[in-house]
Nanobody, 124 residues
Framework: QVQLVESGGGLVQAGGSLRLSCAASGRTFATSPMGWFRQAPGKEREFVAAITWSGIRTNYEDTVKGRFTISRDNAKNTLYLQMNSLKPEDTAIYYC?????????????????WGQGTQVTVSS
């Protein structure tokens, strides 16, 4: 069982940066692949980035490549998403999620545990 709580969202101007954190509780965090997803107003939730349990491999949605960085600190049971060069189209609720398995995944249905989300708003 893994419980997830996101933080770090807020209002930022276009071109600015934010770092999201996802604090996890539960003994399986260190062995769980993790991901970030987002849902913009009026749109379906979409994949943003994923990371293996070890942190060695990562995977990004094309529109965030080169701007966002996913990372994790298993000793602190925390997942991060560093977001740079933010754009108004990045405005969304951001969710962290975990699944039981190997590798990384872009598929939401594979993720078993979800946080409540944190709002990110980018003004133009």
């Amino acid at each position: 069982q893994v419980q997830l709580v996101e933080s770090g969202g807020g209002l930022v101007q276009a071109g600015g940066s934010l770092r999201l954190s996802c604090a996890a509780s539960g003994r399986t965090f260190a062995t769980s692949p993790m991901g970030w997803f987002r849902q913009a107003p009026g749109k379906e939730r979409e994949f943003v980035a994923a990371i293996t349990w070890s942190g060695i491999r990562t995977n990004y949605e094309d529109t965030v490549k080169g701007r966002f960085t996913i990372s994790r600190d298993n000793a602190k049971n925390t997942l991060y998403l560093q977001m740079n060069s933010l754009k108004p189209e990045d405005t969304a609720i951001y969710y962290c999620a975990a699944f039981e398995g190997w590798g990384t995944s872009r598929r939401q249905y594979e993720y078993k545990y979800w946080g409540q989300g944190t709002q990110v708003t980018v003004s133009s």
